[in-house]
C-alpha cells in the first residue's frame, strides 16, 4: 500500500538534545497525526493536526502541518530517556485510511 | 480520551486452527474500524476497513476468507484468521473511527499472534 516518506529511519542521540523529524508525501492530506510506538504495544497519538500551516505543541512535542499539505514535522524537544520509542507519521484525507510513514527509531543516550 | 481495548495481548495457537482477536471501543461509536498488521521493525500495514453493519474492504493482496471481519456493532469489531499458519505470525493492530463526532484512529493495544 501507500506509504509517507519519513526520515530519518533512526536516530540516536544525547539526552537533553533536540529531535527532528519529518514526513513527505506525493499525495495532498487534509490531517496530519503523529504517532508514538513503544514495543509490543498500539501506536498512541501525540499531536493532531487538521489545518495547514497550522502549529501545534503537547508538551515538549511540537507538529506542523505544511503549508503544501503534503509535509509535515515533528520537533521533540530537550530529549529524556522515556522518548525512545518508534514514531510514526500518518496522513488522511476526510474519511480514507491513515496513510502510514515507515517510522523513526529514536534511541536516547543517557 | 477515547479507549480502545483490545484482546488478546499475546496469543499462541497451533498451525490449522483459528484465533479471534476483538476490538471494542469503550467510550464512544466506533463506526469505522481499521484492521493492521505489523511485522517486526516495519510500519503498519492496512489489512481492511469495516463499517458498521457492512462487509469490511480488504486491501490488495489480503485474503478475506482467511481474516474474517465481522463488524456487527458500533462498539465491538472482530479479526478471526482462520486455519493459521506460522507465515500468519504478526502483531494485528486495530484502529476505530467515529465518523459523526470526528473522533478518530484511536488505536488498540495490539495482539503478539504466534503461530506453532
Known amino acids: 500500500g501507500q506509504q509517507l516518506n519519513q526520515s530519518p529511519q533512526s536516530m540516536f542521540i544525547q539526552e537533553g538534545e533536540d529531535v527532528s523529524m519529518n514526513c513527505t508525501s506525493s499525495s495532498i492530506f487534509n490531517t496530519w497525526l503523529w504517532y508514538k510506538q513503544d514495543p509490543g504495544e498500539g501506536p498512541v497519538l501525540l499531536i493532531a493536526l487538521y489545518k495547514a500551516g497550522e502549529l501545534t505543541s503537547n508538551g515538549r512535542l511540537t507538529a506542523q502541518f505544511g503549508i503544501t499539505r503534503k509535509d509535515s514535522f515533528l520537533n521533540i524537544s530537550a530529549s529524556i530517556p522515556s522518548d525512545v520509542g518508534i514514531y510514526f507519521c500518518?496522513?488522511?484525507?476526510?474519511?480514507?485510511?491513515?496513510?502510514f510513514g515507515k517510522g523513526t527509531r529514536l534511541s536516547v543516550i543517557a | 480520551g477515547a479507549v480502545v481495548s483490545q484482546h488478546p495481548s499475546r496469543v499462541i495457537c497451533k498451525s490449522g486452527t483459528s484465533v479471534k482477536i476483538e476490538c471494542r471501543s469503550l467510550d464512544f461509536q466506533a463506526t469505522t474500524m481499521f484492521w493492521y498488521r505489523q511485522f517486526p521493525k516495519q510500519s503498519l500495514m492496512l489489512m481492511a476497513t469495516?463499517?458498521?453493519?457492512?462487509?469490511?474492504?480488504?486491501e490488495q493482496g489480503v485474503e478475506k476468507d482467511k481474516f474474517l471481519i465481522n463488524h456487527a456493532s458500533l462498539t465491538l469489531s472482530t479479526l478471526t484468521v482462520t486455519s493459521a499458519h506460522p507465515e500468519d505470525s504478526s502483531f494485528y493492530i486495530c484502529?476505530?473511527?467515529?465518523?459523526?463526532?470526528?473522533?478518530?484512529?484511536?488505536f488498540g493495544s495490539g495482539t503478539r499472534l504466534t503461530v506453532v
Open positions: 484502529s476505530a473511527r467515529d465518523g459523526a463526532r470526528g473522533v478518530g484512529y484511536t
Open positions: 469495516s463499517n458498521e453493519g457492512s462487509k469490511a474492504t480488504y
Open positions: 500518518a496522513g488522511t484525507s476526510g474519511n480514507t485510511p491513515l496513510v
